[in-house]
């Protein structure tokens, strides 16, 4: 099962932007629809950004307008650009197939917080 290894995780400041990438460990090219998940603290863990192999795009209404994701199948990786941020935006974000009975291993994901 392909693996993904998150990173770009920090804290930043309500209003500020941040870039998440995502590495995964096997070839992406033939992955359907890959997403990007999120849990917060005491809350189940939620899709919030979803790409075709297309490369269309689906958004959670808590972060669209404010989030874009995008695939490079040439370099196995998926990108969360996040502008706009707000404190419930805190989480720790994960990639995996955004089908959810098809996703692999969790990796560790990476730590936003979103705090003045």
């Known amino acids: 099962q392909v693996q993904f290894v998150e990173s770009g995780g920090a804290l930043v400041q309500p209003g500020g932007t941040l870039t998440l990438s995502c590495v995964a460990s096997?070839?992406?090219?033939?992955?359907?629809?890959l997403g990007w998940w999120r849990q917060a603290p005491g809350n189940t863990r939620e899709l919030v950004a979803r790409v075709t192999l297309t490369g269309s795009t689906w958004y959670a209404d808590t972060v669209k307008g404010r989030f874009t994701m995008v695939r490079d199948n040439a370099k196995n990786t998926l990108y969360l650009q996040m502008n706009n941020l707000r404190p419930d935006d805190t989480a720790i974000y994960h990639c995996?197939?955004?089908?959810?009975?098809?996703?692999?291993?969790w990796g560790q994901g990476t730590q936003v917080t979103v705090s003045s």
């Open positions: 096997t070839n992406i090219r033939s992955s359907l629809n």
């Open positions: 995996n197939s955004a089908i959810p009975t098809q996703v692999g291993p």
